[in-house]
């Protein structure tokens, strides 16, 4: 083969290769491509080169140079398009996207409001010296009943109206139905002064509808000491719902009956221009300072307990408590 037919058939394998790389739309047509053109065993490069050995001695040392030139410009054209493709797939996805900006703020989960709300309570309340109390869910009779003067016959003892458990090895055991258990708890361990709140969760077997529900929280609050009387508790209870409704909320009394306080009451407060009971207290009746080995002669207490899904609720505007604890999330991240 003459030199002038080799050099010739080098530069049209060139073009066409490079302008096959270039048109190539996406990886498959380049990989068809750059095997057409690179393929080691029928590629089109391979079959000029071929011809190098019918070339005359004379004008290899050209025909070689010559051909590792093409092959190099061959090669590099194919690796051009490689990149131009990586790049058009973020292209093709959207023209827009900007790979220098800052990356989305990771979607992080929230409190429940009702968590939010026991904080905030915790809080309020450690500002007035009343410091967390814990106990136990599951009760037993002398807790939850016995030693609040409770009676053998009274109804708040009634199987309808509580969750009693089976099988506890001789001791009646309940789901507490209201957080004055912690009271008895407290007492027992402790000598007045005493000023505490517990907050947690009680148990009574009501159908779940706007404003019921078979579980809820309860923040109740103690403290016995020397000379304590219902002004305090009144004063104790304005300065809770200033602080967690908002400025000069008005507290009323009305009266009520529990048999763990004397006199007991209901309270309500006055809040976006209207009255709304938020739950109960009282004057710690002597038969459960005696029940705890206090003597009813020498320190006096009050009590209150408040419903928190109340006084969540209202805060938040909630209307229907079950949305508290359906937790579809589309709800809960208005929090
Ligand atoms: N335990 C009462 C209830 O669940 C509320 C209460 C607490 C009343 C403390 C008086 C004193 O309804």
Known sequence: MAIDAFLQSLTELEAEALGAFDAAPDAAALEAARIEFLGAKNGRFKSVQKGLGTIPPAD???AGKRLNEVRDAIQSGFDRATERLAR???????????PTLPAAPPRLGRRHPITQTIGELVDIMGRLGFSLEEGPEIEDERHNFDALNIPADHPARDPL??????????????????????????????????????LGRVYRPDTADPTHYPMFHQMEGLM??????????????????????GTDVDVRFRPSFFPFTEPSVEVDFFWNGRWME??????????????????PDVVSGFAFGLGVERLCMRRFGVTDIRDLYTNDVRFLRQF
């Open 88 to 98: 058009g797939v973020i292209e093709e996805v959207d023209p827009t996207f900007d």
């Open 224 to 245: 016995v000491d020397r000379g304590v009387t219902m002004a305090d508790l009144k004063r104790t209870l304005a300065l809770f719902a200033d602080s967690y409704l």
């Open 60 to 62: 290899k040392p050209l």
């Open 278 to 295: 938020f739950g109960g207290a009282g004057m710690v009746d002597p038969n459960v300072l005696r029940a705890v080995g206090y003597d």
């Open 161 to 198: 109206d509580n969750f009693y458990l089976s099988g506890s090895g001789g001791v009646l055991r309940l789901l507490r139905s209201q957080t004055s258990t912690v009271q008895i708890r407290v007492m027992e361990r402790r000598q007045p002064p005493v000023r505490i709140i517990a």
